[in-house]
């Protein structure tokens, strides 16, 4: 395993040196190198430093070029020249390209470095509610924290997972009165071994519990009355009541494993701990608040409050730890995970990847940890996402008004896909084979849709556009990596091989140099919980891919050594883009 460092970064350093030699105040100083057309690359930093110098750019850009040779002994760069106002132009020489690139194909990672101290995260996404169906909000939160789980450990990270479900709840006493009047209720013949059938069975037999157990608690006093005293048995622990609430959560993760089964996120069962998982810490939550002065009575209930968070009328609005029946909310439940994550779990950065509308309360409560002593300041962090809205621009709904249930959304964008593909395919393709291939088509291009927006823009759920061929999209980049493989089956005994000792064409040379890039984009996508940097990246790879496609022929049987470097490039194009895949969670079918 050896880490290789980009030409970027090599170039960067030899230009910072030569600028420090030059002009020794100039030390340390950031040459503000970009990728250009012009060159290879662009550095702009002669301009803010001359100005800060009261010098002229063009002198210190000519001052650098002089004293470059003798920090580039290695002919990494092969050209430099001051060009404009005092920007430098540098080209890199052919052989630093695929030199560079060969050494990152002899590494399984591509070179790409781990972090120099990593540390332990604990990411709280995908927290369905127990006894409820799944949205498009819980789609996000799923499809963004596998991402960046994955980004992290890549980067060595310690990540303990965390789904913080629903699980906990005055709501749960209706359902188990129900249960324990109506016994049979969730009865049913053993499951299928389909995980998709057994998690929808279970989530209609929940939906008829649901329904049957609110008609009566809305028509029947007295069982109203009953429900109600069933909550504090659930708090207390009483047996037959914690027996019921766990057949009602087993039921609910046979649906939830249904539907993570189907978005192909793996999920443990080990990381699913609910918010009843703190249920015993929350007196002691409170107690510590109380006393330390962090909280304090307010009307019966526990509150903290903060200087600028006021309500519209200008009253303050505070976290309410406890209410005053002495019940405990989302808050108390959240300060105490704080605790154990912080304290047990060792974690040095906590994540929350929760919609942004949610954003005040977690201000809130990492704000009263903090000044319980829970949590260091700094180590908490949400990463907002917007919302998912339908073509109207609002929220999306289905066309009776409800939430869009999961399943039917990614069964609706797998069909899609399944049209896409069954066009592309010729007609010897077994219809099992499509059936497959459109699976990773369609849940790729749902997560791609969600992932390649910023994160906390709210985006439109199209899925004509998701599943497009054309632009943006998951299957573009699928596409192009079964063209890539393609030409393997085709390459006649012809090996990918590199040749630094030939001269790239402009299109090799595009291609190359950002394959080359796919480490400092990794480590700026991780550092940055920014999965979408990873996408415009590959996207834009695809995009050079095709263009050196259109341009070089790649197996050309009378120049053999020009065939084996452009199959080489053609190797490292389909490496980089199925790896950069794999860390979004999204699969590279061999064929499309
Ligand atoms: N279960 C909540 C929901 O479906 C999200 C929980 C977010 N995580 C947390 N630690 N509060 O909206």
Redesign the pocket.
């Known amino acids: 395993m050896a880490t290789v460092p980009s030409l970027a970064a090599t170039v960067r350093l030899r230009v910072s040196d030569a600028l420090s030699a030059a002009l020794p105040e100039a030390a340390s100083a950031d040459p503000l190198l970009r990728r250009s057309d012009r060159a290879d690359f662009q550095a702009n930093g002669m301009l803010a430093l001359a100005k800060q110098l009261k010098g002229n750019p063009r002198e210190l850009a000519g001052k650098v070029t002089e004293a470059l040779p003798a920090q580039n002994e290695d002919g990494t760069i092969a050209r430099i020249e001051v060009s404009g106002p005092g920007f430098l132009n540098i080209t890199v020489a052919d052989r630093a390209i695929v030199e560079n690139l060969a050494a990152r194909r002899r590494d399984e990672r591509l070179g790409v470095p781990y972090a120099d101290d990593p540390g332990t995260t604990v990411i709280?996404y995908s927290?369905?509610?127990v006894a409820k169906e799944m949205h498009v909000?819980?789609l996000r939160s799923t499809v963004i924290g596998d991402a960046v789980v994955h980004l992290l450990e890549h980067r060595g990270e310690t990540v303990i997972r965390r789904h913080?479900?629903?699980d906990w709840g005055t709501n749960f006493g209706m359902l188990i009165q129900y249960l324990i009047e109506h016994p049979h209720e969730l009865d049913h013949a053993s499951d299928t071994a389909d995980a998709k059938d057994a998690g929808e069975a279970a989530m209609a037999r929940l939906n008829r519990l649901y329904k049957s157990s609110r008609a009566l608690f809305d028509s029947d006093e007295d069982f109203k009355a009953r429900a109600r005293d069933r909550v504090p048995a659930l708090q207390s622990g009483d047996a037959e009541t914690l027996a019921l609430w766990h057949k009602i959560v087993d039921e609910s993760k046979t649906y939830f494993q249904g539907v993570y089964d189907e978005l192909d996120v793996e999920i443990r069962d080990a990381d699913i701990v609910g918010e009843s998982a703190y249920n015993d810490d929350l007196q002691q939550v409170v107690k510590d608040l109380e006393e330390s002065g962090v909280a304090v009575r307010s009307e019966g209930a526990l509150c903290v409050f903060f200087e600028d968070i006021k309500g519209p009328d200008g009253t303050p609005t505070p976290l309410i730890v406890q209410k005053s029946n002495g019940g405990f909310g989302?808050a108390a439940t959240?300060l105490a995970?704080i605790r154990n994550r912080v304290g047990d779990l060792k974690a040095d950065t906590l994540l929350?990847v929760?919609?942004a509308r949610q954003a005040l309360h977690f201000r809130m409560v990492f704000e009263t940890a903090q000044r319980a002593g829970w949590l260091p300041e700094g180590a908490a962090r949400q990463l907002p996402f917007g919302t998912v809205l339908g073509k109207d621009g609002k929220p999306f709904k289905t066309r009776e008004g409800e939430t869009v249930r999961l399943v039917d959304l990614l069964d609706e964008a797998v069909e899609r896909a399944a049209a896409v593909v069954r066009e592309k395919a010729d007609a010897s393709v077994a219809e099992e084979e499509i059936q497959r291939r459109a699976q990773q088509v369609g849940i790729g291009a749902v997560k791609y849709a969600d992932l390649s927006n910023s994160m906390t823009r709210d985006y439109v759920f199209d899925l004509d556009r998701m599943v497009s061929l054309q632009g943006d999209t998951s299957v573009y980049l699928q596409y192009a990596y079964a063209r890539v493989r393609s030409i393997f089956r085709k390459a006649n005994g012809l090996e990918p091989v590199p040749h630094p000792e030939r001269e790239l064409v402009p299109a090799e040379r595009a291609l190359a140099l950002h394959l080359d890039g796919f480490g400092d984009t990794l480590v700026t996508a991780a550092d940055e919980y920014a999965p979408h940097k990873l996408t415009a990246y590959l996207y834009e790879l695809a995009t050079l891919y095709s263009r050196f496609f259109e341009n070089c022929l790649v197996l050309d049987p009378g120049e053999p050594e020009q065939s084996e470097n452009r199959l080489f490039l053609c190797e490292m194009t389909a490496k980089v883009l199925h790896q950069g895949l794999a860390l979004l969670g999204i699969r590279t079918p061999e064929r499309l």
């Open positions: 709280d927290q369905p509610n909000g819980h913080h479900i629903g989302y959240d995970a929350y929760v919609d």
